[in-house]
């Protein structure tokens, strides 16, 4: 049960034959096809935030913090492609995530995460088949927190896994905005030219969210380019993160885990490659 957590009055995810999460379900799948994203303000209830700010506090100094250079794939550069070519663009990245083997079963955000209502609940939203919809099977990446600090951000990428579910934990002082760019590659088409077009400064097409802590997040970041823009103030902004893929046993690629979370784990080799599409990670 999540009602120590979940505004479930407002977000009735606990019963699906109710006329309410007919409605909802119907609100979001029309915001995911117009905009690749959809929000639901205020699904974790204040009581709820005060739980998740505390482990958050908690767990943030087992975050996994690195300072480099990466392109909008995670992937290493490749000089058979063009100078200027998006695979050969990196840019600065500051970033820390804790790792998912931190948030045990008791965990407040592992808990939304495995409650047996969450994923029916988002697969609806997004309106994916049972047999295309999974929690992401990555022992270091299924549930995670961002941290980020003072002048930290993220810039464009792509997520590896097909379905990012993101919860608003606790904002920067200032900064912070999340940018994304809808529908701008698919599964059979990279999209270069669209890519190289925002890389090179282009706000065509660019959108902007200020979410508030509580607010859930649904958004399709395989095939969405987004970014974080740099946090300002002493506050940490604190996200957490759940994933879905529509591969069963689906984890994270050698190169992206390396980069993300300083280690590497038997089964990210076991499985590399797994996945129902062509593109690059």
């Known amino acids: 049960m999540l009602h120590d957590l979940v505004d479930l009055g407002r977000y009735p995810i606990d019963r699906p034959d109710s006329h309410g999460y007919r409605q909802l379900i119907a609100d979001l799948r029309r915001e995911l096809d117009e905009d690749g994203c959809a929000v639901l303000p205020g699904f974790v209830h204040e009581d709820g935030l005060g739980k998740l700010i505390a482990e958050a506090e908690e767990v943030a100094p087992k975050a996994h913090r690195s300072f480099n250079r990466t392109n909008a794939y995670f992937t290493q550069d490749d000089p058979s492609y063009g100078i200027g070519h998006p695979i050969r663009r990196?840019?600065?990245r500051s970033n820390a995530f804790v790792p998912a083997d931190n948030f045990p079963r008791t965990s407040p955000l592992r808990r939304i995460y495995e409650n047996d209502g969450f994923m029916p609940f988002i697969r609806d939203a997004l309106n994916e088949p049972a047999d295309r919809f999974?929690?992401?099977?990555?022992?270091l990446a299924d549930v995670i927190i961002n941290v980020v600090e003072k002048g930290q951000g993220f810039p464009w990428h792509f997520d590896t896994n097909n379905y990012t579910v993101t919860l608003a934990i606790q904002n920067g002082e200032a900064g912070g905005a999340f940018e994304y760019v809808p529908h701008l590659r698919t599964g059979e088409d990279e999209n270069f030219n669209g890519v190289s077009a925002i890389l090179d400064g282009s706000m065509k097409g660019v959108r902007q969210l200020d979410l508030q802590p509580g607010d859930l997040q649904i958004f399709r970041g395989r095939y969405t380019l987004h970014r974080v823009a740099p946090v300002e103030g002493d506050r940490k902004r604190?996200?957490?993160?759940?994933?879905?893929?529509?591969?069963e046993g689906m984890c994270g690629g050698i190169e992206r885990t390396r980069q993300l979370y300083g280690r590497v784990l038997p089964q990210h080799y076991e499985r590399a490659g797994l996945r129902c599409d062509e593109l690059l990670d």
């Open 90 to 92: 990196f840019f600065d």
């Open 238 to 247: 604190y996200v957490g993160i759940f994933s879905f893929v529509e591969t």
């Open 134 to 139: 999974f929690r992401y099977d990555d022992p």
